[in-house]
């Protein structure tokens, strides 16, 4: 099965669920993956992070506070950022009753079992690196991982995305075949240069005009917007010819 990350009809953009569908579900969580699927996602994006003992975790802040019980299960660790805590820590957090009922049994994701878990259901990943400047080498860990999740790098199947264009730069060089996300609105005199490795630029969807997508279309990139959970704006921007939607909500279209 290969999921179609770029999707074939004009006005019909790719539907990414933003850290799963994360209206329903709790964000970046096993849960949040699978239920995209079931709400008619084409890809799931997530957040990646390290661990103090540099394990990949999936997660959007840079501390566990929103997202966990940390605060009752360490209540002397605040202000909880990741980065101090071991794998072995962070497995004993709920990471869905922040959510709502019903989410108890989620944790914090490995990179590894999601890679493993969410292979061959349909659906391609969009995987962001959060903050890569503060985990050095982070771009040989998450290449190994995928290597070790092969699944992935067929073609259509995985983009990789980050707000460091130049840690981007970096990994396009180490694995140049996988397609490129630059996230943020880089100005039209900077394009060009950076279509050397970028395979798409990713605005937020309040940026995005007909001529910006018709600018970044002429050099051979696609564009992906973010984070659109209004039916009225996934309409506009579909007739500005983007080519993906990030959304919270992916049953929505
Ligand atoms: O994929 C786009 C989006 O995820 C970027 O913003 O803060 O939700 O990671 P953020
Ligand atoms: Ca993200």
């Known amino acids: 099965l290969t999921p179609a990350v770029y999707a074939a009809a004009a006005d019909n953009p790719t539907?990414?669920?933003?850290?799963?569908?994360?209206a329903d579900a709790p964000e970046n969580t096993l849960a949040a993956f699978k239920l995209a699927g079931r709400q008619g996602a084409d890809m799931f994006e997530l957040d990646v992070r390290e661990t103090k003992d540099h394990q990949l975790v999936l997660l959007h802040d840079p501390t566990l506070s929103r997202t966990t019980n940390v605060e009752s299960v360490f209540p002397d660790r605040a202000p909880w950022p990741?980065?101090?805590?071991?794998?072995?820590?962070?497995?004993?957090?709920?990471?869905?009753?922040?959510?709502?009922?019903?989410?108890s049994a989620e944790r914090i994701p490995t990179l590894g079992e999601t890679l493993h878990t969410m292979k061959g259901r349909g659906m391609g990943l969009l995987l962001e690196i959060k903050d890569p400047d503060q985990y050095p080498g982070i771009e040989r860990r998450v290449a190994a991982e995928l290597r070790k999740n092969s699944w992935w790098l067929q073609p259509g199947r995985l983009v990789v995305q980050s707000f460091d264009?130049?840690?981007?730069?970096?990994?396009?060089h180490r694995?140049?075949?996988?397609?490129?996300?630059?996230?943020?609105?880089p100005a039209v005199s900077q394009l060009r240069t950076l279509s050397a490795?970028?395979?798409?630029?990713?605005?937020?969807?309040?940026?995005?005009?007909?001529a910006y997508v018709n600018r970044i279309h002429?050099?051979?990139?696609?564009?992906?917007?973010?984070?659109?959970?209004?039916?009225?704006?996934?309409?506009?921007l579909a007739s500005q010819g983007v080519d993906?939607?990030?959304?919270d909500r992916p049953g929505m279209p």
Request: proline share 6%; glycine share 10%.
């Open 175 to 185: 694995m140049p075949r996988i397609p490129v996300g630059l996230l943020g609105t």
């Open 15 to 22: 539907n990414v669920a933003h850290r799963g569908a994360s």
């Open 218 to 236: 002429r050099l051979g990139m696609k564009v992906f917007t973010w984070t659109v959970n209004d039916r009225n704006d996934w309409r506009r």
């Open 82 to 103: 990741l980065s101090a805590f071991t794998l072995e820590e962070i497995r004993r957090l709920d990471a869905g009753s922040w959510f709502g009922p019903g989410h």
């Open 197 to 210: 490795y970028a395979t798409q630029i990713n605005p937020p969807y309040q940026y995005v005009t007909r």
């Open 165 to 172: 264009w130049r840690f981007m730069r970096t990994f396009h």
């Open 244 to 247: 993906g939607i990030i959304t």
